[in-house]
C-alpha cells in the first residue's frame, strides 16, 4: 500500500504545478463522488478472488460469466445511448472477447457457474447520465491491465483465454484518452457534470450489487 500511496502523491504534486483546467476538476469531483463505490467494488469477494495468488480457473471464469452479464448490457444499451459522443463504440464492445476466454476456459477444466442476468441501466437516461455509466466500465479497462499480469502469472494463460482483460491491447491508454476527452468535452459544454456523475455513482453500484447477489 506504501508503494500506490506514493503514486497517488506524486500525481497530485504534479497536478498542482499547473492550474487545472475545468476538465481537471469534473474528473476530479467525479473521482472522489464515486471512490466509496469503487473501493466497494474491489472489496466483493469474487472481484477479491482473482487477485488471490491461489486463484483457479473456476475463480476466474466465474468472475467473467458475471461480468459477462454487465457487458452484455453495455454493448447493446449503453454503448448505442453514447454513440453521438462516443464516436468508435463499436471498437469497445466486450462480450466477445468474454465469451472468447470461457470457451477456452471450459475446455480447459473450469466449472461452469450459471449467473444472473445484470439489472442496470434502465429506463431511458439521459445522454450525461449514460456517458457517466460508460465511464465506469471504460475506466475498467486500465485495471484490467493490472489484473491481466497477475491472471498471467497465476494461471500461465497468455494471449489466449485472457482477451478481456487485454482490453484494447497496446491502444488501452489511447482508448481511455480518447474517452475522457470526448467526455469531458460533451459534459462541460452541456452543463451535465450532475447527472453524469449521478450515472458513474449508479453504475458502480449496479455491478457492485450483481457481483454480491453471486457470493
Known amino acids: 500500500m506504501l508503494g500506490r500511496g506514493l503514486i497517488f502523491a506524486v500525481m497530485e504534486h504534479n497536478?498542482?504545478?499547473?492550474?487545472?483546467?475545468?476538465?481537471?476538476?469534473?474528473?476530479?469531483?467525479?473521482?472522489?463522488?464515486?471512490?466509496?463505490?469503487?473501493?466497494?467494488?474491489?472489496e466483493n469477494a469474487i472481484s477479491k478472488s482473482l487477485m488471490n495468488p491461489?486463484?483457479?480457473l473456476t475463480d476466474y471464469a466465474f468472475y467473467l460469466r458475471c461480468m459477462g452479464e454487465v457487458m452484455k448490457v453495455y454493448d447493446t444499451?449503453?454503448?448505442?445511448?453514447?454513440s453521438t459522443v462516443i464516436t468508435d463504440g463499436a471498437n469497445r464492445k466486450k462480450s466477445r472477447d468474454i465469451d472468447m476466454d470461457?470457451?477456452?476456459?471450459?475446455?480447459?477444466?473450469?466449472?461452469?457457474?450459471e449467473t444472473k442476468p445484470f439489472v442496470g441501466f434502465m429506463g431511458n437516461p439521459s445522454l450525461p447520465y449514460a456517458l457517466g455509466y460508460a465511464y465506469v466500465i471504460e475506466g475498467s479497462t486500465l485495471g484490467g491491465r493490472v489484473i491481466l499480469k497477475h491472471i498471467n502469472q497465476a494461471l500461465k494463460?497468455?494471449?489466449?483465454?485472457?482477451?478481456?482483460?487485454?482490453g484494447y491491447g497496446a491502444e488501452t491508454g489511447k482508448y481511455w484518452k480518447d474517452f475522457l476527452q470526448a467526455f469531458c468535452?460533451?459534459?462541460?459544454?452541456?452543463?451535465?457534470?450532475?447527472e453524469a456523475i449521478k450515472g458513474a455513482i449508479d453504475g458502480f453500484s449496479d455491478i457492485h450489487r450483481h457481483f454480491t447477489q453471486h457470493g
Open 15 to 42: 497536478t498542482e504545478q499547473k492550474e487545472k483546467t475545468p476538465a481537471d476538476l469534473f474528473l476530479q469531483t467525479l473521482r472522489q463522488a464515486t471512490a466509496p463505490m469503487h473501493t466497494q467494488l474491489e
Open 54 to 56: 491461489g486463484v483457479s
Open 77 to 82: 444499451q449503453v454503448l448505442p445511448a453514447v
Open 102 to 113: 470461457l470457451d477456452f476456459l471450459y475446455m480447459n477444466g473450469a466449472e461452469k457457474k
Open 157 to 166: 494463460i497468455e494471449q489466449e483465454g485472457a482477451k478481456f482483460f487485454g
Open 185 to 194: 468535452i460533451y459534459i462541460l459544454s452541456n452543463k451535465g457534470e450532475e
